[in-house]
T-cell receptor, first 114, second 112 residues
Framework: KAGVTQTPRYLIKTRGQQVTLSCSPI?????VSWYQQTPGQGLQFLFE???????NKGNFPGRFSGRQFSNSRSEMNVSTLELGDSALYLC?????????????FGEGSRLTVL | QKEVEQNSGPLSVPEGAIASLNCTYSDRVSQSFFWYRQYSGKSPELIMSIYSNGDKEDGRFTAQLNKASQYVSLLIRDSQPSDSATYLC????????????FGSGTRLQVQP
């Protein structure tokens, strides 16, 4: 069974640009969550989607947005990049429902903003 | 006060010893509790989930939950060098729209 796939794995952007990250969940998983991980802040919750609907949103500015498609694949977008957006962005999928906390993480997309 | 608190460590134990990792949480309505392991440069992976008070054992791992005292712990018996990693505690409220909240993790070092 294939795991969670995230693309791209690494990317470098400059301030003011925008970036789109992609996530393909485990087959059969309908819930997708996104987290930002930095050494100083740890894992910070960004969004959670289930069946194309945003179920939860973390405390991030509106520059961070996401969506989920009918095949459960998800994308997140960050506009007007800032230096502080440099981080590892992790996508995780789950069956949803009572299993929402049992997350399976992808390898992450490491974003560097120069 | 952070929602989920863990001692950052490092917690150093000799090979074969019991490693005890602790976590406290502030939201009394939390109902689901999880331990994730993250090796350096890798993504977190789920190792234990616990939903009711008491102990839950899985191989060398035992999770303990005490909702009255708002703490959850993870015991690793017969610790191996391969257990050296950061252990993340995560909690979730099952009612209302609350996502899984992670602690900052405890780094465990198992000395050969």
């Amino acid at each position: 069974k294939a795991g969670v796939t995230q693309t791209p794995r690494y990317l470098i952007k400059t301030r003011g640009q925008q970036v789109t990250l992609s996530c393909s969940p485990i087959s059969g998983h309908r819930s997708v969550s996104w987290y930002q991980q930095t050494p100083g802040q740890g894992l910070q919750f960004l969004f959670e989607y289930f069946s194309e609907t945003q179920r939860n949103k973390g405390n991030f500015p509106g520059r961070f947005s996401g969506r989920q498609f009918s095949n459960s694949r998800s994308e997140m977008n960050v506009s007007t990049l800032e230096l502080g957006d440099s981080a590892l962005y992790l996508c995780a999928s789950s069956l949803g429902g009572r299993y929402t906390g049992e997350l399976f993480f992808g390898e992450g997309s490491r974003l560097t903003v120069l | 006060q952070k929602e989920v608190e863990q001692n950052s460590g490092p917690l150093s134990v000799p090979e074969g010893a019991i490693a005890s990792l602790n976590c406290t949480y502030s939201d009394r309505v939390s109902q689901s509790f999880f331990w994730y392991r993250q090796y350096s440069g890798k993504s977190p992976e789920l190792i234990m989930s616990i939903y009711s008070n008491g102990d839950k054992e899985d191989g060398r791992f035992t999770a303990q939950l005490n909702k009255a005292s708002q703490y959850v712990s993870l015991l690793i018996r017969d610790s191996q060098p391969s257990d050296s990693a950061t252990y993340l505690c995560a909690v979730k409220r099952d009612t209302g729209r609350r996502a899984l909240t992670f602690g900052s993790g405890t780094r465990l070092q198992v000395q050969p």
